[in-house]
């Protein structure tokens, strides 16, 4: 029995996890520079670490500008509101330091760092949680699916272990069928 879009969905978790990753090694390195280099080379490297993880995580495949990745930030069904907001004002927040002050500080861009570090957090634990709600809804779907199939609990569960579904997950999806 295949497990239908199971590895899919990982793969899209890892990505996800893998962008925020790289997003703080890189905010970790930039930490580092602050002490040596000058403030306008590391607010570029900061500016350039956001976006390339609002790319990564929303998979943009264009060098957009802030007025673009808003408008696609405010088309997305797939954000709530309230995250999109936070999203939005983080955007403005950085458009506004790049662009009305003549000279950041090192406090400014500390600031940021730290916003930032605490927003690609938030969206790393969303999109874990996201995908693990989804593939749950999917298991169900697919016990469902078998049982009516006629299949038999103990070869639904036989099925899913042999899938590499954790038994403690399988016992618990099965359990709320009965």
Do not use: C
């Not at 295949?2 to 893998?18: N, P, Q, S, V, Y």
């Not at 469902?144 to 997950?169: R, Y």
């Amino acid at each position: 029995m295949k497990l239908f879009g199971a590895k899919k969905e990982i793969k899209k978790t890892d990505k996800a996890g893998r962008s925020s990753r790289e997003a703080f090694e890189a905010l970790n390195h930039l930490k580092e520079d602050m002490q040596q280099k000058p403030i306008g080379e590391i607010s570029e490297k900061f500016f350039n670490i956001v976006k390339r993880f609002f790319s990564d995580y929303f998979g943009i495949k264009y060098e957009f500008t802030h007025d673009e990745f808003i408008r696609d930030i405010k088309r997305k069904r797939s954000l709530e509101d309230d995250v999109k907001e936070q999203i939005i004002s983080f955007s403005q927040y950085l458009s506004d330091m790049k662009y009305k002050y003549s000279e950041l500080t090192n406090e400014q861009i500390k600031k940021a760092v730290q916003d930032f570090s605490k927003l690609v957090l938030f969206l790393s634990d969303k999109k874990k949680h996201e995908a693990l709600h989804e593939q749950t809804r999917r298991l169900t779907e697919y016990i469902e699916f078998a049982l009516k199939k006629g299949k038999t609990k103990a070869e639904i569960q036989e099925a899913l272990l042999n899938a590499g579904w954790p038994h403690s997950v399988v016992r618990r999806e099965l359990e709320k069928l009965q």
